[in-house]
RNA sequence: UGGGGUAUAGCCAAGCGGUAAGGCAGCGGUUUUUGGUAUCGCCAUGCGCAGGUUCGAAUCCUGCUACCCCAGCCA
């Protein structure tokens, strides 16, 4: 599975190289560390991949671990739909789940052991004057009233604050480090608050909570993880998780190594915009196709594959501040999809389209191929009819010169079927142009016509057979590069209007039959997913998940 | 003006003292019953800047500059 990311070279697989060519590495265990807070986006899958294919790559393990160490802000539904994403995405965790709650326990008992050793306590500051007592980037911190309370004291207060008895807020845990450290990180930081919460896996049995930091290096070495991999901005932790690996009899030594996350332009990555945008409705849930999640992408006709090659395609570095190309997501998708989506012919916008010189009653079926290149997709049957309906933009009544489609007086083929000439066109009260009346040249089937050359092929549907369907043309959700870029703007500012345009359309008849989150080209158009909720409900939705390139539109453009 | 990082083409990114991979985007040709695909070609005398070491520097040294992260009882 997922050979495809077996290749490219990065700081970390190289790194791991050495220590087992150099015998310093033994079995090779990483994890990937969610917190159940929302759902998975593209920057996770950078991380999936990088941690789910290191192991595969040097037959080691990954672990899915819950990073659940916040209960506010926690939930079982952001833990299946992770699982659920992870699966997807096409990898296979080893062993069970994993929680960081399963290590409550251990981690009490060496929040202890620290007391004990002089090494932590409890401190009854207020939040407040904690951050005042930390000082600032340029100025030293100053020493807590409570740092050097009694570790009897401390240890008799911390077990009280964990059946309850304090308020939250009103007493934490820190460690005793260094309030004078040029990294803050290592100004006393908090092991423990009091949270008064419901937690989803250990339900009420604690009133204290450890943070990410006293939490995150000694889950590590209880699961024998032996390569922590996080992102740039946990760097200046890293002191702290091994101070924590240093003063604490853990079984394991991980190392955390850093890498940048990903930052791709149009889109944001943040969780906490993008769960504002789900709360207020902005879009249509967690799954809207226009979200980066694991889930949008999905919906929106994502392949897994077209995932891992792209995350495969971005690298992994240290460098930051860089902002990947959309474009390179989308190429990775139209290269899945061109080799193995069946084609399918579907007209976003109908212009209705008489052959006057085909009988009413006239019908005759081609048999067509379900891709080009691809015998084992099968065939379609296509039936042609005296009506049918093309698209809006593959007629132009008074066309610039390099137009190949249809126009008045002019000639193109039909997909799989005939040339025919466009003898006349009606309009409606208003002068909108609502049908042509076109002819036939009856002597082009499966041939070129005689003496004349026919550029241009559009694709269409019999009227008399094209089946209705609802077709959501899906467009960056932000106008901008960086959404969130200006601090100190509203990124809500910067929403595409376009980001969805709802078509209804009509599609050639063996598209009445399709299954949920089946992927289809339309020919000429793009790619498209059948709706893996509404087409469950028997309603038949396709959702664009790109466009096929458009060199027309990059000729338009250019004048 | 504290600490920690990062700078290679429009974008991503290899490279680790021997003379700048690859991909995306772009541009041009060929093929084509998808203006798609495929295919061929072009696209950094130069690696943030300035010095230095060396026969030789993107790689080593020195000094600058720019950008990113850190002052949650979030992760």
Same mark, same amino acid.
Request: charged share 35%; net charge negative.
């Given at each position: 599975m997922s050979t495809e990311s077996s290749s490219a070279p990065n700081f970390i697989r190289n790194q791991i190289r050495d220590e087992i060519e150099a015998g310093r590495a033994g079995k090779i265990v990483t994890r990937f560390p969610p917190e159940p807070n929302g759902f998975l986006h593209i920057g996770h899958a950078k991380s999936i991949c990088l941690n789910f294919g290191l192991a595969e790559q040097f037959g080691g393990d990954c672990h899915l671990r819950f990073?659940?160490?916040?209960?506010?802000?926690?939930e079982q539904a952001y833990i299946d739909a992770i699982k659920e994403d992870v699966h997807w995405l096409g990898f296979e965790w080893a062993g069970a789940v994993r929680?960081?709650?399963?290590?409550f326990d251990r981690l009490y008992a060496w929040a202890q052991h620290l007391i004990r050793e002089g090494k932590a306590y409890v401190d009854d500051l207020s939040a407040d004057e904690i951050r005042e007592y930390r000082g600032t980037l340029t100025e030293p911190g100053r020493p807590s009233p409570?740092?050097?309370?009694a570790p009897e004291e401390s240890l008799d207060l911390l077990e009280r604050m964990r059946i309850g008895e304090f308020a939250e807020g009103e007493k934490v845990l820190r460690a005793k480090?260094?309030?004078?450290?040029?990294?803050?990180?290592?100004?006393?930081?908090?092991l423990y608050r009091i949270r008064h919460a419901h937690h989803?896996?250990?339900?009420?049995?604690?009133k204290i909570y450890p943070s990410y930091d006293f939490t995150h290096g000694q889950s590590d070495a209880l699961e024998g993880i032996t390569h922590s991999i996080c992102t740039l901005e946990f760097e200046d932790h890293r002191p702290l998780y091994e101070w924590f690996l240093d003063n604490l009899p853990v079984p394991a030594r991980p190392r955390q190594i850093e890498f940048a996350r990903l930052n791709l332009n149009y889109t944001l990555t943040s969780k906490r915009k993008l769960k504002l945008l789900v709360d207020e409705g902005?879009?249509?849930?967690?799954?809207?196709?226009?979200?980066?999640?694991i889930s949008g992408m999905r919906r929106r006709g994502y392949t897994p594959a077209s995932i891992r090659k792209f995350c495969e395609m971005i690298g992994v570095t240290r460098a930051d501040g860089g902002l990947v190309d959309i474009a390179m997501l989308y190429h990775a998708i139209r290269a899945d999809l061109e080799d193995n989506a069946p084609r399918a012919m579907c007209v976003l916008k109908p212009l209705k389209v008489v052959?006057?010189?085909?009988?009413?009653d006239h019908e005759e079926v081609y048999e067509v191929p379900g891709h080009p290149a691809r015998d084992d997709l099968g065939v379609r049957q296509i039936p042609l009819t005296r009506e049918l309906y093309i698209d809006q933009?593959? @007629?132009?009544? %008074?066309? !610039?010169? /390099?137009?190949f489609r249809l126009a008045p007086g002019k000639e193109v083929r039909l997909r799989n079927a005939y040339v025919i000439r466009c003898d006349e066109v009606i309009k409606g009260a208003?002068?909108?142009?609502s049908e042509l009346r076109c002819s036939v040249d009856f002597d082009t089937l499966g041939k070129n016509p005689e003496g004349?050359?026919?550029k241009g092929v559009i694709h269409w549907v019999s009227a008399a057979h094209g089946v209705p369907m609802e077709v959501r043309l899906y467009d960056n959700? @932000?106008?901008? %590069?960086? !959404?969130? /870029?200006?601090?100190?703007?509203?990124?809500?500012?910067?929403?595409?209007?376009?980001s969805l345009v709802v078509c209804q359309a009509i599609g050639e008849p063996s598209l009445a039959r399709v299954t949920p989150e089946s992927r289809f080209q339309f020919e000429r158009v793009g790619y498209f997913c059948a709706d893996r909720h509404a087409v469950a409900e028997g309603r038949l939705v396709f959702n664009r998940t790109v466009g096929l390139k458009d060199s027309w539109a990059k000729i338009q453009k250019k004048g």
């Open positions: 990073d659940d160490t916040n209960p506010a802000k926690e929680f960081a709650s399963d290590y409570y740092r050097e309370r480090i260094d309030m004078a450290s040029p990294n803050i990180n290592l100004r006393d930081p908090i989803h896996q250990t339900g009420d049995a604690w902005i879009v249509d849930g967690w799954d809207d196709p226009r979200l980066p999640t052959l006057t010189n085909v009988p009413e933009d593959d @007629f132009m009544e %008074e066309p !610039p010169k /390099k137009f208003g002068g909108e142009i004349r050359k026919v959700l @932000f106008q901008v %590069e960086q !959404p969130d /870029k200006d601090k100190d703007a509203d990124f809500l500012d910067h929403l595409n209007p376009e």
